[in-house]
């Protein structure tokens, strides 16, 4: 068990550049979730993945935000014609269903700083 | 629309004395908690969780938390801290989503310093 990955770990780019995220889950999970944290606050809740399936998005995810899980392994994060209010720490984690605790294992996060 | 409150932004204790963090939660049913701790350039790692049962539970390194209904609380409890201790502290109440996922919603955090 390996745990979850993400790549890149920091990203900077200038305001109206594309950007990609990847996470690769534990390997054996089939419950993805993506969550945004700004400075000083909690992680909050954008899109969850069970397989390849797009379950669920949260308000927070405007159309400039996609993601995908193509072969319900790992997952992408792009968002389009960043802005500076998308500065902020991009965390992936993964759970396994039928597990009874249902715990989320988060990776170390991707830092977006938009200049 | 569940939410958690956690009121102290910032606390500071001596390496050895006890500690305790407050936190109060909304959520319609019965909630689903947990604390997690976050320290500079790691991911969030799980101290403990409550879901049904006892009311006391205990999670990994030494911490352990009081589920109180009455009082819509969870608040995290060490005996006796140790500097590396040092971080940040946040609580969540899991709701369920489709297919049987599980959202968490955050506190604010809490940054512990310990003084040696």
């Known amino acids: 068990d390996t745990g979850v990955s993400q790549d890149p770990r920091h990203k900077i780019t200038k305001r109206g550049q594309n950007v990609t995220f990847r996470c690769d889950p534990i390997s054996e999970h089939n419950r993805l979730y993506w969550y945004r944290q700004t400075l000083g606050q909690g992680p909050e809740f954008l899109t969850y993945f069970q397989n390849e399936a797009q379950l669920e998005k949260s308000r927070l995810l405007s159309d400039r935000f996609s993601a995908e899980r193509p072969k319900g392994s790992f997952s992408t994060l792009e968002i389009q014609r960043t802005e500076q209010g998308d500065s902020a720490m991009y965390l992936c984690?993964?759970?396994?269903?039928?597990?009874?605790?249902?715990?989320?294992?988060f990776g170390p996060g991707t830092r977006l700083t938009v200049l | 629309a569940q939410s958690v409150t956690q009121p102290d932004i910032h606390i500071t204790v001596s390496e050895g004395a006890s500690l305790e963090l407050r936190c109060n939660y909304s959520?319609?049913?019965?909630?689903?908690l947990f604390w997690y701790v976050q320290s500079p350039g790691q991911g969030l790692q799980l101290l403990l969780k409550y879901f049904s049962g006892d009311t006391l539970v205990q999670g990994i390194k030494g911490f352990e938390a009081e589920f109180k209904r009455s009082q819509s609380s969870f608040n995290l409890r060490k005996p006796s801290v140790h500097w590396s201790d040092a971080a940040e502290y946040f609580c969540?109440?899991?709701?369920?989503?489709?297919?049987?996922?599980?959202?968490?919603?955050f506190g604010t955090g809490t940054q512990l310093k310990v003084e040696l």
């Open positions: 969540a109440v899991g709701g369920s989503l489709t297919g049987g996922g599980n959202k968490l919603t």
């Open positions: 959520y319609g049913a019965t909630p689903y």
């Open positions: 984690a993964s759970s396994l269903k039928g597990a009874d605790t249902n715990e989320q294992f």
